[in-house]
């Protein structure tokens, strides 16, 4: 089993949908999350970190379920620039990130 | 500088011959972290730095990898006799501090290698 895991998609949606990609882990001592986003041949950049709490940055609202080891990013009123692979990433310890495969998103007109 | 910058940008080697990678963090960052993305997703990681002290070096290959931060000069990654697979891009990346609540790492725009 990955340590972290995605859903590779594609997933394929409007402008203006609300899409939702999940990640889950395997190892509850991980303290750290993070949503990080990926365009074609370029290095990732981080969209968001993801709080115990939850927490939202404009149309980007990432979760956090610690007892079901599963992170969530959820994209409102999706945009053509949103159009890219999102990364969930874990930190299970020492900061050495564990990177799922990416879930790749296009948004079309 | 404000941003991770890594040389070269790309990299051809044949097989057999030495590649050297460089990476200079973000000012003010002590955290430096090597990874290779081989397939489209898959990222591995290598090796990290705490200024110029190995941190963690679980991912690092234990043959053909080194990897060296020394004070006052980019960080380095060097693959001795390059094989195929080691066609990949390598990122590096840093962040402020490290641990089990582990800050952002920003990473660099990459490497790309291709060991032909």
């Known amino acids: 089993r990955k340590e972290v895991e995605q859903d590779p998609g594609p997933f394929n949606v409007p402008e203006g949908a609300t899409v939702a990609f999940n990640c889950t882990y395997s190892n509850s001592a991980s303290q750290s999350f993070f949503w990080y986003r990926q365009d074609c041949r370029k290095e990732p950049k981080l969209l968001m970190s993801v709080y115990s709490s939850g927490n939202e940055d404009g149309r980007f609202t990432a979760q956090l379920n610690r007892a079901s080891q599963y992170i969530s990013l959820l994209i409102r009123d999706s945009k053509l620039s949103d159009s890219a692979t999102y990364l969930c990433v874990v930190n299970p310890h020492n900061n050495d990130m564990r990177f799922g495969a990416g879930t790749r998103l296009t948004v079309k007109p | 500088g404000e941003e991770v910058a890594q040389t070269p940008k790309h990299l051809v080697r044949g097989e057999g011959q030495k590649a050297k990678l460089y990476c200079a963090p973000i000012k003010g960052h002590s955290y430096v972290f090597w990874y290779q993305q081989v397939l489209k997703n898959e990222f591995k990681f290598l090796i990290s730095f705490q200024n110029e002290n190995v941190f963690d070096e679980t991912g690092m290959p234990k043959e053909r990898f080194s990897a060296k931060c020394l004070p006052n000069s980019p960080c380095s990654l060097e693959i001795q006799a390059t094989k195929l697979e080691d066609s990949a891009v390598y990122f590096c990346?840093?962040?402020?501090?490290?641990?089990?609540?582990?800050?952002?790492?920003?990473f660099g725009p990459g490497t790309r290698l291709t060991v032909t």
């Open positions: 990346a840093s962040s402020r501090i490290a641990g089990a609540y582990s800050y952002e790492q920003y």
